[in-house]
């Protein structure tokens, strides 16, 4: 069954950009909603976003614009602390070798690397910065990206502690391959110091990335023409994200990054009902390519090994299931539900935790639901829950998965 057009969210329409925006001061969350976050479109946004961050006024020497290694070093590495590094000069399959590294000793390599003002190889990334260090407050997460499914639904989980909340850091010639975000999801990153260069392809063009066999790119920079002969054909846009700027990453756009000199950034990955029907669309996606994989065993397994199998490699290759998709929704659309019995009101205080929630031993701190004015109207979000719902209740093979696998009710 393939994954319906959902008439309940915007058409998006990518021939006619010519530029990314930029806001010097942050825009209302009405001007996003409707510029931004409904057509998924990328903007910038100045520095006033994010000067009184901590992160901002202790992590930088406001001399020299570079890492205050010195209080990296005295704030965060009082503890051994082991964050995820990648080695930006071994390529891993579509990623970069992958290892653990005492932050101390990142840091200080880090630091001796800037001195000689020799490109480094090391870069830290996806570190669970909130999760590590959940009383430090580096920062706030800005009102406009504050309706942030992903986050307040995995900080909430009861069957494992997990965020989408990360910090970066690298230097000189550190950078991501040519990618776009999990689940499709949207992403914002602040640019604590240090220069970023971002190259953003719209969607719809994943079949000029890809060669005959389905791999994909994997540095722009370094593309075989045979290989790929019809990448240069692409619609791309190159910026220069400055120290301080935000850049809101929209759902499905190809990305590439490059560090300029010593680079800080924080970074959620994210999603809500603007994008959902890409969400669904992606795990719909994903799912079609893992029985592909796979066809050759479907005759010779019961039908519903077949879909239990399916949905075990899915959630390994993509990180998550018809399970996770249900669940995710359905703690949205509790919360929503809330809100209107309480007529929209602006404080969150009646959004309670259940006992089992509150006695979940935690690591990683909640992530608090937005506000009324910090969300679309609720009724057409619940409208678009409603509608992923009925769809994964109507497709025979997530229907078998969640009531015979996973035991639920979907009817109730």
């Known amino acids: 069954m393939a994954s319906p057009q959902n008439a309940l969210h915007a058409t998006r329409d990518y021939s006619t950009i010519t530029e990314i925006a930029y806001h010097e001061s942050p825009p209302s969350y009405k001007t996003f909603l409707e510029q931004y976050l409904e057509p998924n479109l990328p903007v910038i946004i100045g520095p006033d976003l994010t000067k009184h961050w901590r992160a901002r006024l202790q992590w930088v020497s406001h001399d020299t614009g570079k890492p ?10 009082h503890n051994p602390v082991e964050v995820p590094v990648a080695d930006c000069q ?3 399959f579509t990623d970069q070798r992958r290892s653990t590294m005492d932050l ?7 630091e001796t690397d800037s001195m000689a003002n020799t490109p480094s190889r090391t870069y830290l990334k996806d570190f669970h910065f909130v999760r590590t260090f959940p009383h430090y407050d580096a920062y706030e997460t800005p009102d406009i990206f504050r309706d942030d499914w992903m986050n307040e639904f995995w900080t ?14 690298g230097g000189d010639g550190t950078f991501t391959p040519f990618h776009a975000d999990v689940y499709r999801s949207y992403s914002w990153s602040a640019n604590i110091c240090g220069i970023k260069k971002w190259t953003l392809f ?9 060669d005959n066999l389905k791999n994909t790119v994997y540095d722009i920079e370094n593309v075989d023409p045979v290989q790929f002969p019809n990448f240069d054909k692409a ?4 910026i220069y994200q400055k120290p301080g700027e935000t850049l809101f990453v929209p759902s499905g756009w190809w ?3 490059h560090n300029i000199g010593d680079t800080i950034s924080i970074n959620h990955n994210w999603c809500n009902g603007s994008n959902l029907d890409l969400l669904l669309d992606s795990i719909c996606s994903d799912l079609k390519e893992v029985e592909r994989e796979i066809e050759h065993l479907k005759d010779v397994m019961e039908e519903g090994e077949w879909i239990e199998t399916c949905q075990k490699l899915l959630l390994l290759n993509s990180g998550w299931d018809w399970s996770t998709l249900w669940h995710m929704c359905m703690t949205i659309r509790k919360r929503i539900q809330a809100q209107m019995r309480h007529g929209g009101l602006e404080e969150s205080s009646y959004l309670t935790f259940t006992k089992d929630e509150e006695e979940m031993p935690r690591k990683t701190p909640i992530f608090q639901p937005p506000l009324v004015s910090q969300q679309p ?3 057409l979000t619940l409208r678009r829950v409603d509608a992923v719902l009925d769809y994964i209740k109507n497709e025979k093979s997530a229907r078998w998965f969640l009531e015979h696998i996973k035991n639920l009710v979907l009817d109730d």
């Open 68 to 77: 205050n290694f010195d209080n990296l070093r005295e704030q965060l590495c």
């Open 90 to 92: 071994c390529k891993d």
């Open 377 to 379: 109207p609720l009724d």
């Open 202 to 210: 719209p969607p719809n063009q994943e079949h000029l990335f890809c």
């Open 104 to 110: 101390k000793a990142f840091l200080d390599e880090w």
């Open 156 to 169: 909430r989980r009861m069957d494992m502690d997990d965020d989408y909340r990360f910090v970066y850091c």
């Open 235 to 238: 619609k791309r846009f190159t």
């Open 255 to 257: 990305h590439q990054v």
